[in-house]
Every structure is written in structure tokens, then in C-alpha cells.
């Protein structure tokens, strides 16, 4: 039997032995391709930290993460790196640490500041494709990120839990941008912003079945979120990259849009017109406006 240090010494060694069972539905060449693969996730809370887990055991070799946040007791119930000694520990470091105890040979560079204009493109440096898992209320910082992979002419990916499912979409550096198919632009008010944002990602609104709206909290910018969401998500968004890497078929990229539940075992796929100007989106964010608005 070989020993375990051996393997974490010879990098060759290592890979060949820990990804093997990824053969035959990948090649070996494109193994080695992942291997050489650089994924930039910013957020490393409930969605991000899978994101990144499940990329590290697909064999991705280099990563950029970013979250500036840490740990506390409300993220113990979905969030990959939250243990009780983890608490107020920075997201992004402690998933560092995870993913080098998975595979000690990646290349992690961790930004545990956060992301802002001054070090997006460092951030964003030889990355592949950006991978969206900041939180849903960070509408500013999200359309930072994607204007930075826009301007990189790198594929952007954002996938988010609703309820019991997920909302997929995937921008094409060359197609229908994040601001416009989300219609947000620097004169609206955050509240139309998010409100704008919610209403573009799930278009086909599943999760609105069963979801209590009135434990949404704009001001606080808290909601409901469920673990098993929070792995969908992962699982969508890890298909999508593996295909955007390795060529494999041609994402379909925004307008369309993809939402799965598995809980009402619904799977609704389609092409927004217009995106958010869409008169039926139109209809929903005026809807969602006034019943967010404070109340004079």
C-alpha cells in the first residue's frame, strides 16, 4: 500500500490517484485540463464554500476566493466552513484551509478583504471563469465582478437557492451583459436594484409556491436559505463550468435562464426576451417595489 506521504509529495502521483474515479465519463486529457484550470469564486458563504469544495474534488487546480466576511452561529445550518471553532474566523481563509486538506497541491490564493475596484483585476488575474457566490443582498459588488469578467472575456456564472431550488444563469463574455439583462443601472435605488435582481434570476418564480416573503428582510438583508438549496445550486453551477471548460456543448447564455425544484419536481428552462424588461418581469418588480417600499 502506498504511503499517504508519498501522495502529497509527488504532485503527479497524487492527482493520478485521487481523480481516477472521474474517469470514463472524463478523458485523461481533460482531466489534466481541469488541472490546469483557474476558477475565481467571490463568496465563500452558503453557496460559494460548495462551489468551491465540489470544484477542488473535480480536480480544479488553481483558485482565487474572496469573502471578507467571518463565521457566527446563523451560518452553522448551510455553510461548508462553519464549525463551532470556526466562529468568527474569515470565510475565505477557512475554506483555504479546507480545500488545501482535500488537495495539497492546489494553487488558492485567498482574499479575505473582500473584493472592491482597486483589486478586482488582481483578483481576477488568468482566471478562466468567475464563479458568483456572494450573498443576495450585494447587488454592487456582484455587477462589479461581472463587468470585470465581461471586460476579461471569461464566461460568469451565477446560481442562487430559493426555497427548496435553484436559479441558473450563465453569462457569455460576448453576449447579453449582467446590467442589462438584469435592466440595472447607477440611478436606482438599492431596493430596485435587488428587487431587480431576485425577479431576473428565477424568472419562472418556483419558489414563490411556498416561500414566506414575509421573512424577507430587505433592511436587515436576511431571508430564508436551506443547505439543500445551497447544494443544488453547486451541483448546476460545477455541470455548467465542466462544460464551459472542456468545450464539451455551448452554454446557454443569458436570456436564458434554468430553475430546478426538486421539492414541487419541477424543472422550468427558457428565454427571457428583453430580459428584465420583459413586460411580465416589468409587472413582477413593480409588485415586489411596493410591497418592499416602507411604508409612509
Known sequence: MQDNNSYIND?????????????GLLTEEEQNKLRDTKVAIVGMGG?????????????????SIADMDTYELANIQRQCGA??????????????????SINPHLEIKSFNSGIFSENVSEFMADADVLIDG????????????FKEARDKGIYAVTAGPLGFSS??????????????????????????????????LAPASLHMN??????????????????????????????????????KKKPKSAPNYIQ?????????????????????QKIKRWYLLKKFSPKK
Open 11 to 23: 504532485n503527479n502521483l497524487f492527482y493520478e490517484k485521487a481523480f481516477n474515479r472521474n474517469i
Open 47 to 63: 453557496v460559494g464554500g460548495f462551489h468551491l469544495i465540489s470544484l477542488v474534488r473535480l480536480g480544479i487546480g488553481k483558485f
Open 210 to 247: 411556498y416561500l414566506d416573503l414575509n421573512k424577507v428582510d430587505l433592511n436587515s438583508k436576511k431571508g430564508p436559505s436551506l443547505v439543500s438549496a445551497c447544494n443544488l445550486c453547486s451541483s448546476l453551477v460545477l455541470t455548467e463550468i465542466m462544460k464551459i471548460i472542456l468545450n
Open 134 to 145: 456572494i450573498d443576495f443582498f450585494s447587488i454592487n459588488e456582484r455587477r462589479l465582478m
Open 83 to 100: 464549525f463551532m471553532d470556526t466562529l468568527g474566523e474569515n470565510k475565505s481563509e477557512v475554506m483555504r484551509k479546507i480545500a488545501l
Open 260 to 280: 430546478f425544484d426538486p421539492f414541487l419536481q419541477k424543472l422550468k428552462k427558457g428565454y427571457l426576451l428583453g430580459g428584465n424588461r420583459n413586460i411580465i
Open 167 to 200: 436559479a441558473m444563469l450563465v453569462f457569455s463574455p460576448d453576449g447579453m451583459s449582467f446590467d442589462e439583462y438584469f435592466d440595472i443601472n447607477d440611478d436606482m435605488t438599492y431596493l430596485e436594484k435587488i428587487v431587480a435582481f431576485g425577479v431576473g
